[in-house]
Every structure is written in C-alpha cells, then in structure tokens.
C-alpha cells in the first residue's frame, strides 16, 4: 500500500478527509476525484456510499482511492446522483475493513451514511451508556456513537434527532451524511477541524478542502460555519445553527501541515501563510548560512518564506522520489535506514562545502530531523542548521489528529538545546506562537481568548476532554487504539 508522506513514521497525521455531493450525474464518479484530491488526509482506506433514489449502496477498501474506485464494475454499483466518501488514516489502532467510512444503518427514519473528520472526546463514556441502554455496536469507531444517538433519540423528525445527537458529543468533527432526503453537514461549534461548501453546476458539493474542488471543476460557495448545519436537498441548501455561538478555534496545525498548499481554508491562502512563518521564522532565527533548503515537500512553502526574508538563497538540497511506498520498505532496522535514502537523497554537487538551513514543518518523534541532519553531513555539508516552521510539539492532540502519547513526543521530553544535540544540529529554532499567530494576520496570541486550537504547542484544550480526564491517559490511549476515526 503506497503512503503519500516520505518519512511516514514522523508525522503528525490528520485521520481523513471528507466529499459528498448532492444532485449530480455519476456522483459518485466525482466523488472518487474529490477523495483523490484529499488523499494526504488519509491513506489507509477509502470508502464511498451511493443513493440511486431508491437503494444505497456502499464500496469500502483498504488502500489508496486509486486502485479501488478506478474499475468499471466498482463504480456502476455505486450509481445514482447523491454520494459521500472517506478517506482514512488509522491511529495506533487496528486495520480493519469494519472501521472504513461512510458508516452506514438503516433506521427508522431511513438510511443513514455518515462520514466524520475528527474526533469525539468522550466517545468511550457515551458508548458506556448507549451498550447499557441495548445498542450493539458493529465497530471500534468513534464515528459509531453519533449513529446510535441518532438512532435511540426521542425527538422525531430526523434533523432533530440528529441536532440531539450532536449535543451529546465532544470534541472536533465535520461531518456529511447521506440520507434518502438529502445531504446534510456539519462543523461543530468551535470550528476545529474544516469543511467548506461548493457548486458543480446545479449540484452542491461539501468537502473537506478547497482543493477537493478544484479537482473536480467545482465553484467555491464558502466555508460552512462554525457550529453550523446544513442541509442540501431538492437543489436548495438551507442553514441551522443549533448551537449557541461560540468563539471559533479552527485547528492551527492546518495551516502548518495538513491542508494541501493549494487549499483556502477558512478564507485564508495556506500557500500563503507557510511563506508568512517562513518569513516569521527568518526574523526570529536569523543564521550566517550559505543555502536554505526545504525538507521535501511540506517543508518548501516555508522554506521560500524564510530564503527571501533572510536573502539567503533557496536550493532544492534534497531530492525526493516520488515512486516509494510503505510496503517496499522491509522490516529491520538496517533495511529500513537504507531505505530512507530511496524516498530521500541529497544533492552532493550543491551542498558539499556548504553552511545549510534546513526547513521543516515540525519535529515529532525526531527520527526524521536525525535522518536529514545526518544526510546533510554525509554530502559534506560544513554546518547544519535546522530550523522548524512551527512552535515545538509538546502536547497530544485529542481532537482528530494521530499523535503519538506526550512522552513520545521529542519537545515534551527535552529542551531545544537538547533536542539540537539529539538530531546532531549546529543549531535548531522553532518559531514562537506568537510568530506563528502574526503569520496568520494576528498581532499576537490571545491567551484570553486564542484565535485558533494551538493545544499540541500549548496544552490549551478547548473542549472539555471526558474520556481523558475520567479514565487517564492510558486509556484514552487505549480507546485510539482502538478506534478509527
């Protein structure tokens, strides 16, 4: 199975992406293009459930989009002009074909597909009461939860069950459904993890990134709303806002890492902000270097930022193949380490000789900034200098995202002058939050009041956390494990 991420075991990890369209020709067709253009979202699985008007009908696989929703027969199953899709990246969890989304049921009021990006918080203690109450549960998904409140709520229209339902819940998602009447999506009231709305002629589209649009030819309406709820049917979309008005915190780290570079995400360019902390980062962590170069591929944005803002040139020091995947890659230490060179080489010609600054997004484990320092040095570079474009990652993240547990996580564990030691730097600096704030057009972080979710940099969680606080880390822990999101 192919991963889109060179240095996959590095990585913060967003769990998946999110495209349903409501009133087109061949829908799921489009969806399929959308899923391709969110595949960095999520590379485990995909999955896409049709409605012909009168059946629904649903293909899910492990692996990537392509390969599996790219065959003849696969597609005309999924026939009909209403269809919503998922892509996935697992936690620590199992791998397996009964977590891949759109979970579906068929209820009282009908059937009901749902695919969800994020993550419920107090998941665990919500299955607790619906297990007590008679629910039987077909997954290890957190996803599962919002289907059984819908399904045992008394209310009896089903938008108002499923406003019930999404009161129960804490924590991050955008959500699409797919029922007989229509579409329906939804943010929850802190706006956390993105959606945004599109046109494809008469069709409406919702998706995770604009860039999912893009692919598929499709006109960029808005974002929907923190809080808000929409629901697409007989060609209108209509707005809901169940929820009492919140200040928004979207997630931070979607403008560092996981949105495509090409993608607007809640109105602002992210190409344009990973230039912004590059430039941010320049004038913080300014160094006597000879090249500036980018760990491929999240790490090149920032990097021209920070190469025009220092005046020091930008050169691609590291070539990347784009022809390696996961499962090339054999077990054992020695093997792996020899593979890193075949997703990853430097360019000896340009850097023998030279004092380098290299460019990335974050630093995780460390594993990878070891790896590139020592490729730098094995080209013969005279100095090495990392610098990230983003605050040190010292807390987990509980809201979507596939962090490793805080004492995995390099920042939490040592101080920079440590962790510069530890990857074999000359130096290594980290843009501060408030640098990363004035990139995104603030003039500094509200410690009041924060603009956006920062929770990995600064431990802040916006949202109570109820599996966390009730049951400790370890079972959370043990619940991602569990789970897919």
């Not at 929820?243 to 915190?249: L, N, S």
Request: hydrophobic fraction near 40%; charge should be negative; include cysteine.
């Amino acid at each position: 199975m192919l991963t889109t991420h060179p240095f996959d075991d590095d990585k913060l990890r967003e769990e998946c992406g999110v495209f349903g369209i409501h009133g087109a020709e061949s829908a799921a067709a489009v969806v399929a293009l959308g899923l391709h253009a969110l595949q960095h979202r999520g590379q485990e699985a995909a999955g896409i459930t049709g409605f012909d008007g009168k059946e629904f009908h649903t293909h899910r696989a492990m692996g990537h989009v392509a390969g599996n929703f790219d065959r003849d027969d696969i597609m005309r199953q999924l026939a009909g002009a209403s269809a919503v899709g998922h892509v996935r990246y697992s936690t620590t969890g199992e791998t397996a074909l009964r977590n891949v989304q759109p979970l579906y049921a068929d209820l009282s009021t009908g059937g009901f597909a749902v695919a969800h990006n994020g993550n419920i918080s107090n998941a665990t203690a919500l299955k607790k009461i619906l297990v007590r109450r008679g629910s039987i549960f077909q997954s290890t998904s957190d996803t599962e939860v919002i289907i059984h409140l819908v399904a045992t709520s008394n209310y009896r229209t089903l938008l108002d069950r499923f406003i019930d339902a999404l009161k129960q819940v804490e924590g991050a998602y955008s959500l699409i459904c797919l029922t007989a009447e229509g579409m329906i999506g939804c943010r929850d009231p802190l706006g956390i993890r993105p959606l945004v709305i599109g046109k494809l002629g008469d069709a409406f589209i919702l998706a995770s990134e604009t860039v999912a649009l893009d692919v598929v030819g499709a006109e960029f309406v808005r974002s929907v709303d923190p809080g808000e709820l929409v629901i697409i049917r007989d060609g209108q979309l209509t707005s809901h806002r169940p929820f009492a008005e919140r200040p928004a915190r979207p997630c931070i780290f979607e403008y560092v890492y996981f949105s495509r570079p090409d993608s607007i995400v809640d109105g602002t360019s992210v190409y344009s902000v990973r230039k912004a902390i590059g430039a941010e980062l320049a004038r913080e962590n300014q160094v006597d270097a000879d090249l500036v170069i980018p760990v491929p591929d999240s790490g090149t944005p920032a990097a021209l930022g920070y190469a025009q803002e220092s005046g020091i040139p930008f050169e691609l020091g590291i070539i990347r193949s784009h022809y390696v995947g996961r499962t090339f890659i054999q077990p054992g230490d020695k093997v792996r380490h020899l593979g890193v060179k075949l997703k990853h080489n430097a360019n000896k010609a340009l850097i023998a000789g030279k004092r380098v600054v290299l460019i990335d997004d974050s630093i995780v484990r460390g594993t990878t900034s070891l790896k590139i320092v020592q490729m730098m040095r094995d080209a013969g570079a005279a100095e090495v200098h990392m610098r990230i474009a983003s605050p040190p990652t010292q807390h987990s993240c509980f809201y979507g995202v596939d962090t490793p547990e805080r004492a995995k996580l390099l920042a939490a564990q040592m101080t920079v002058g440590q962790m510069a030691n530890f990857i074999n730097a000359d130096s290594l600096a980290f843009l501060t939050i408030d640098g990363l704030y004035r990139a995104l057009g603030e003039a500094e972080r509200s410690d009041g009041a924060p603009q956006y979710c920062d929770a990995c940099f600064t431990g802040d969680y916006p949202t109570t956390l109820t599996d966390f606080d009730e049951h400790g880390l370890e079972d959370q822990f043990s619940l991602l494990a569990e789970r897919v999101v």
